[in-house]
Each structure stands twice: as C-alpha cells, then as structure tokens.
C-alpha cells in the first residue's frame, strides 16, 4: 500500500523567504504526483504535476521536484508572500491503480 | 469558465436522515471522484466513476452510495449518516486516467450532522 507523508505539517516563514515543502512516498512505482493547494474551508486547487518520467516542473515562483528512486518530491517557493499561506498537499498516483494517495498536507503561514 | 461545481456548499443533516450532495462538471471530462476530507486529514477516496463505470473503494463503507447520471453530473448518496460522516467532501475530474492527466477540484461540501 502507497502511503505518503508531509513533513513538516506547519510552517512559519517571514515575507520573503525562499521556502522548500517535502513529501515522501513508499512505493516508487509511480504514474504521476501532483501538488494541491487547499486555502481554509475550500476545495483544491493543482499547482503542478510531475510525470514519473519527469524530474521537475515550473510554474512562476514555484518549482517542483521528484526523485522516484529514493521516494521523493520537494515544492520550492521563491520569494514567499503572505498569499502564500494555505495547506500545500501532495499525491501520488500508483502506477496502474486509478487512485491518488495523498498527503496531509503542510500548513505554510508567511508573515508580513 | 470551465469548472467543477458542487452543490449546496454547506450541508446540514440530522443523524439517520438520508442526504444527497451534487457535483456537475463543464469539462467534459470521462472521470469523477468523491473524496471525503476530515479535519487536518489527507482527503480519501471514496469510489470514482470512469465514464460510467463504477470503482468503489474497498473501505467505503455501504452508508456510502454514488450516481452518475450522465457525463456532466455525480451524486454522492449518503443514506444514513452518523455523527463521524461529518467533513468536507470533495468532487473532483480529470480528463482520462494517463499519467499526464490533473485532477480538477470542486470547492466541497462541508457536511454537518447533528
């Protein structure tokens, strides 16, 4: 079974900051992982998604990475704003299983 | 805009009283899900329908029902809810089942039970 973690699960950053989220995960026998935003009380929302054939993915501030060998992924974001905060989750979709696993998540709070 | 809708945002039930939450989709997309998301936890899936073929999960439990009319819209039937079948759930869709295929998300359903 997939099981995938988010460490750590909050995170306090001033305005600014360069920041990095992790997520690691089990079985490397992987189709693609996805990063979510989730803000309180709201759906998600995708920020990007890595093929298993891929190593990284960009978009604007944010930069995504993913090693299958050693079961990991990190989101990196440049110049954090306060419009940043929110609850970052990842998942990973099994390799022939219709079925993402995610995880918790990362509550990120940037501070003006 | 293209989208993922569900309805009502905010659902309040009575315990045993059966309730029907709504997604519809303008993407046209063959899959849709339903996951239920409590407090500070990773969302899980509860069935997906591709096309209109129904995958439930193995954990789900039966209180648990779901339909999909047509391509656009996806129910989720919960037929006698207790207090622990309070939280958010979630619609989401995705184009096809491929690796280079996103998930796209509703903005949920917080459902109440008391």
Avoid at chain 1, 5 to 10: D, G, K, S
Avoid at chain 1, 40 to 58: D, Y
Avoid at chain 2, 65 to 88: E, H, K, V, W, Y
Wanted: net charge positive.
């Amino acid at each position: 079974k997939q099981e995938v973690t988010q460490i750590p699960a909050a995170l306090s950053v001033p305005e600014g900051e360069n920041l990095v989220l992790n997520c690691s995960f089990t079985d490397s026998a992987i189709y693609n992982l996805q990063w979510f935003r989730q803000d309180p009380g709201k759906g998600l929302t995708s920020l990007l998604l890595i093929q298993s054939s891929q190593r990284e993915q960009t978009s604007g501030r944010l930069n995504a990475s993913l090693d299958k060998s050693s079961g990991r992924s990190t989101l990196y974001i440049a110049a954090s704003q306060p419009g940043d905060s929110a609850t970052y989750l990842c998942a990973v979709r099994r390799y022939n299983f219709n079925k993402f696993y995610f995880g918790s998540g990362t509550k990120l709070n940037v501070k003006p | 805009d293209a989208m993922v809708i569900q309805n009502p945002r905010y659902q309040v039930t009575q315990f045993g009283k059966p309730v029907t939450l709504s997604c519809s989709q303008t993407l046209n997309h063959n899959v849709m899900y339903w996951y239920q998301q409590k407090s500070s936890q990773a969302p899980k899936l509860l069935f997906h329908y591709y096309d209109k073929d129904f995958n439930n999960e193995a954990d789900t439990p039966d209180n648990f029902q779901s339909r999909r009319p047509n391509t656009s819209f996806c129910f989720l039937d919960i037929r006698s809810p207790g207090l622990g079948d309070a939280a958010m759930y979630l619609c989401a869709t995705s184009r096809d089942l491929r690796g280079t295929d996103t998930q796209y998300f509703g903005p949920g359903t917080r459902l109440t039970v008391l």
